[in-house]
């Protein structure tokens, strides 16, 4: 019967380079965000197991020295054994599946047996958000009549997390009355919005915001 110390030391084995991997592989496997849930452990068990079964061809020379008691002997190939198996390893198998993933024809694979991209995504926000970018938007607020115009670019960022799906907008446009875009912008750096304040929020490409005049530097 192994002691304590070595049931933690497998615990770990497993769940750490599981974790890693599916934090790399959040594409195709997205974690609970209580890292006390279930559905936090089920992942890296899992994920942790694969890098296990992959690595068995390492594994098994090291559990040889282990037994006979020749780890001290073999130091080097030990340490370089843990390096690869608890981190290089999960990286790759994480990222290389998340990619994998990506590609047309296995993502149309995966929504056949309902595990296509969007089926994997846990809300709608984050599909809005991940999906497709739309460079403009347009908030309407709980508290406020008038809604927030602005540049959802690559220099804004929206929290993923329920609890508090806030919003940074990099750049605030100016909306005329009936709340179209009238092509003129605030002379600021960007504006955060709380995620207790938004009632919704429209999402316009550069030709569809509505009588958008041509407006630069959205990237």
């Known amino acids: 019967m192994p002691t304590t110390i070595e049931a933690l030391i497998v615990i770990a084995l497993v ?6 991997c599916a934090r ?4 195709v496997i997205f974690l ?9 452990l089920l992942p890296a068990i899992t ?4 890098v296990h ?17 020749e780890i001290e002997d073999h130091i080097r190939e030990f340490i370089g054994w843990g390096v690869a198996t608890g981190f290089v390893a999960p990286i790759v198998i994480g990222v290389g599946v998340s990619l994998i993933a ?15 991209y969007a089926d994997r995504l846990p809300t709608a926000w984050e599909y809005s958000l991940r999906y497709k970018r739309a460079p403009y938007v347009r908030v309407h607020l709980k508290d406020q009549v008038a809604p927030i115009g602005g540049i959802f670019g690559k ?11 806030d919003l940074f907008l990099q750049e605030v446009l100016i909306l005329n009355e009936e709340g179209q875009f009238t092509g003129e912008r605030y002379d600021n750096w960007g504006t955060w919005i709380s995620h207790d304040s938004i009632l919704r929020i429209e ?17």
């Open 155 to 165: 220099k804004s960022f929206a929290s993923t997390e329920p609890s508090r799906a």
């Open 47 to 50: 994920c942790g197991t694969l």
């Open 24 to 27: 790399f592989m959040r594409d």
């Open 203 to 219: 999402f316009f490409e550069g030709d569809d915001a509505p009588t958008r005049k041509e407006v630069n530097h959205h990237e």
């Open 32 to 40: 609970s965000r209580d890292p006390g849930d279930i559905r936090f």
């Open 53 to 69: 079964i992959l690595m068995s061809w390492w594994s098994v020379g090291i559990l040889r020295y282990y037994r006979a008691g």
């Open 15 to 20: 769940i750490s380079p599981g974790y890693i």
């Open 102 to 116: 990506k590609i047309p024809l296995v993502d149309k694979l995966l929504e056949k047996i309902g595990m296509g």
